[in-house]
């Protein structure tokens, strides 16, 4: 056998391993051949060719086992189980690029489905390779490891503390510097992982000098950037009253209110999301928010889009109205009422709903001027019918309720409480009684329209206990008119009258 004839047989060898691997890897990514390929142990199959003499066959394997992994959890185990982590990494730095990109999918796609998985990779000691991936002159290996990092770091304080340790966040500082936008999007939202745990985690990304580099690209046209950018400042943002005047002070205003009206909902919400975490800390903060004409904006936002979009600006309006009176009244001279009433009408999602109905308790719970821009809305009404609705949550139910209570305890403007009056059930009806309560006995012609729209008929029909707050509410209500007006509209006088009629003996 000649020299030629031997070598063609491990030329063949070659081909073979090359053109296994290169099956297995395009049938894992067709989801109808995983559980042929689960059944025939593939993951054994393909752990050899890791340590292949080819770099490409290497590399190869190591995809067709990531795309394995990410498919499902017990794909991603029997990856773990097969001792495939620490032979993945254990050559890392010497490799190619292409092979550090397939072993940081690799090490993503078992992270991404559990805490458990993710730090089993974590012990194999596979941070520090990933560490030193993002330190790479290729980008395609540090966007690679970089969301390895992120998918690691998103499940718990723990783990999100163990990339900290590894050193990964003056790096991860780094690549939001790159020019390559898929870099800096992948960074971003890996920062974006850490920060969103604890105030301590966040304190370390801010030391880092993040703040600065992501409020800069805010005005990047790119939508999925600005997506990640914004989550990662509101995530910062949201811990502290430090860390969110840390956020405002680089100068994310007004830029920030044009993502508000961007085309991409996604960086809507997440536009309104940073706002809300900035204004909900304290009043001087809401103030800020408020003088940058953040309100406007949100309120213009929460008109223009439909869905869970809406939340996070039906908050920020919430939390601006609750910090003070004054913060209040900027929300309905800015016409904040009527976009969150068509909220509780037009949504179906109960928590939005839900939202809109505390927003909307927050502004009228101040004054009686509050209260009573919020009943001319005709937001009552609705919120009445919402709280009586049994397809209504019990969340939602206790939100109408809590918004009706802190609007009512202020609102004397009876118009809008007497329609109520004939509507709502025993455990409303203290807080409307309570108000005429108030209002009557220093008003006149509030007392005759009283009589005359059968609100008093309406009272001394109310079935209340005796001794109870609704009794004396009643009672008050009743004092203010004489007692035979008062006994004329009580139930079953018209009765007692044409029985005194029945037994009148005429004067002949």
């Not at 979009?309 to 309006?317: A, D, N, S």
Request: proline share 6%; aromatic share 6%; glycine share 4%.
């Amino acid at each position: 056998m000649s020299q030629r004839q031997v070598l063609q047989v491990f030329e063949q060898y070659q081909r073979a391993r090359s053109q296994f691997a290169q099956a297995v890897a395009d049938l894992a990514a067709r989801p109808q051949s995983i559980d042929t390929l689960r059944s025939a142990d593939v993951v054994c199959l393909l752990r050899p060719l890791l340590l292949d003499v080819v770099p490409s066959i290497r590399q190869i394997a190591a995809l067709a086992l990531g795309r394995l992994a990410d498919y499902d959890v017990e794909l991603a185990e029997a990856v773990v189980k097969a001792g495939i982590v620490p032979q993945l990494i254990g050559s890392l730095p010497e490799e190619n690029r292409y092979y550090k990109k397939a072993a940081a999918f690799v090490l993503r796609a078992i992270a991404k489905h559990s805490p458990q998985l993710a730090n089993a990779i974590v012990q194999y000691g596979a941070l520090y390779m990933l560490v030193i991936c993002l330190e790479d002159f290729d980008p395609g290996v540090k966007e690679g490891a970089s969301w390895a990092l992120g998918y690691i770091a998103r499940h718990n304080p723990e783990l999100s503390q163990a990339v900290v340790d590894a050193g990964a966040v003056p790096l991860l500082v780094l690549c939001i510097q790159e020019p390559e936008i898929a870099l800096k999007r992948i960074a971003a939202s890996t920062l974006s992982d850490i920060s969103k745990h604890s105030p301590e985690l966040a304190q370390t990304v801010v030391d880092a000098g993040a703040i600065a580099y992501l409020a800069q690209m805010i005005p990047n046209p790119d939508a999925k950037l600005k997506r990640q950018v914004l989550s990662a400042l509101s995530q910062i943002a949201k811990h502290s009253v430090i860390l969110a005047q840390l956020v405002a002070e680089a100068e994310i205003f007004p830029v920030v209110l044009t993502c508000l009206k961007n085309s991409d909902d996604y960086v809507k919400k997440n536009g309104a999301t940073l706002i809300r975490e900035i204004a909900k800390h304290t009043p001087e903060l809401s103030q800020y928010v408020v003088n940058s004409g953040g309100v406007a904006a949100v309120i213009d936002c929460i008109g223009s889009c439909r869905g869970t979009v809406r939340l996070p600006g039906i908050m920020t309006l919430g939390y601006v109205a609750a910090h003070s009176e004054n913060l209040s009244m900027v929300v309905i001279v800015s016409k904040g009422i009527p976009p969150l009433c068509l909220c509780l009408v037009e949504e179906h999602e109960d928590h939005i709903k839900a939202a809109a109905a505390w927003a909307l308790g927050q502004i009228g719970r101040h004054t009686t001027e509050h209260a009573r821009h919020v009943a001319v809305a005709n937001v009552l009404p609705t919120l009445l019918d919402i709280f009586m609705d049994p397809r209504s949550s019990e969340d939602l139910k206790t939100k109408t309720k809590n918004a009706l209570e802190n609007i009512l305890q202020k609102c004397t403007y009876l118009p809008a409480l007497e329609p109520l009056l004939h509507e709502a059930p025993l455990s409303i009806m203290p807080h409307i009684i309570g108000q005429f309560s108030k209002v009557l006995p220093r008003d006149s012609k509030a007392r005759r329209l009283f009589v005359t729209t059968g609100g008093l008929k309406k009272v001394q029909e109310i079935k209340a206990e005796s001794g109870s707050l609704l009794q004396e509410y009643i009672n008050t209500i009743n004092n203010c008119y004489p007692e035979e007006i008062v006994r004329y509209y009580s139930p079953g006088y018209s009765e007692t009258l044409l029985e005194r009629v029945e037994n009148y003996q005429p004067v002949l």
